[in-house]
């Protein structure tokens, strides 16, 4: 009994001491600006036949600075073929602290097909804390349902 809990106190410790320098070597992501990818599914492939199932798209882009506003300058759409399907803001749009901004894809809109993507471009007045930018796609048919997330990439900074 005795060795056993010696041998968890140990393990412990190790656990402990090795996650040290991985904790240390964190850092807050932070940008002034960027230009991020998101890739979105109009539709993903189902069943033997390789039927499409049509997807809802809602992309996220979450502020999460807690004292500094940074501004969506564009946030494009393009399909599978590289094509711009719309460009969803006419003008930049400010998202405040802790706020988030959402760009909604209906079910019936397949326009994107199973390889669309967002371009979404952002800036700040200075260093600001790295906004989350998300897809999540959503479908249900006959009681059945599919929902996944798919994270935006930085393909620049400012």
Not at 53 to 66: G, H, K, M
Not at 90 to 95: F, G, I, T
Not at 96 to 110: G, H, M, Q, S, Y
Not at 113 to 125: K, P, T
Request: aromatic content about 8%; charged content about 15%.
């Amino acid at each position: 009994m005795r060795s056993t809990l010696l041998r968890l106190l140990a393990a412990a410790v190790a656990v402990a001491v090795l996650s040290l320098p991985a904790l240390a070597g964190r850092k807050l992501n932070v940008a002034s600006g960027q230009t991020v990818y998101v890739p979105i599914y109009s539709y993903i492939y189902q069943g033997p036949k390789g039927k499409p199932y049509n997807l809802t798209c809602l992309l996220s882009i979450r502020n999460v600075d807690s004292k500094m506003a940074i501004t969506v300058t564009s946030v494009r759409y393009f399909d599978g073929n590289g094509k711009l399907v719309k460009d969803h803001f006419a003008k930049p749009v400010v998202v405040p602290p802790l706020a988030t901004k959402e760009v909604f894809v209906p079910e019936r809109d397949i326009s994107g097909g199973s390889g669309g993507n967002f371009i979404v471009r952002w800036q700040a007045i200075d260093d600001t804390a790295v906004p989350i930018i998300q897809a999540v796609m959503i479908g249900t048919a006959s009681g059945q349902g599919i929902s996944f997330v798919c994270d935006g990439v930085a393909i620049e900074e400012d």
